[in-house]
């Protein structure tokens, strides 16, 4: 008898591990898939969508995108591009057509990653220089294949893609329908200004 109420306990501990040990990893896992895929909240004075980085495959673009967020930078710049069916553009100029100041120091391109210029994707506006992309990003109105890697290359390196629109899509297709004009040097400006009125992590 004495040795039952352990034999017992040794039981319990046991089943409770099975039962227990998948939910401890299955919360792991799910924090795994949330520190690879962060989410991002961007307001606009069209509305609101929302943004999940792929941290896995664009690491360094990420957490670029992620740095502008956490300062603020990107609250009161603009959509200052925009071509249906091919991208908007913004996070860089403010609605005097300026460049925002304080902006971070240009990063690697990493459009070598396999991800691809998808309708709904977000991808680093830069310069001729493939390794030039700070602040502005665009999302892809459409499939365009023709922005994507092919090359270490000046012509081939394409522009990299590290999220996608996962909710509020319909607002993005809102803003490529804008009217839009010449502005301040800059061709496909909306004429009504669009601005980013807050963009927050999730």
Known sequence: MKNTLPGLAIVLIAILSLVLFPTIKGAQSMNDETDQNPQVLLETTMGKFTIELDMQNAPNTSANFLAYVDDGYFVDTIFHRVIPKFMVQGGGLTAD?????????????????????????????????????????????????????????T??????????????????????????????????VPVETITMTRASRL
């Open 97 to 153: 057509m300026q460049d925002k100041p304080n902006k971070r120091a240009a990063i690697q391109n990493e459009a070598n990653n396999g991800l691809k210029n998808d309708r709904g994707t977000l991808a680093m506006a830069r310069t001729g220089d493939p390794h030039s992309a700070t602040s502005q990003f665009f999302i892809n109105h459409n499939d365009n294949a023709f922005l994507n890697f092919s090359s270490e290359s």
């Open 155 to 188: 012509q081939g390196w394409g522009y990299a893609v590290f999220g996608r629109v996962i909710d509020g899509m319909d607002v993005v297709d809102a803003i490529a329908g804008v009217q839009t004009a010449n502005s301040g040097g800059h061709q496909d």
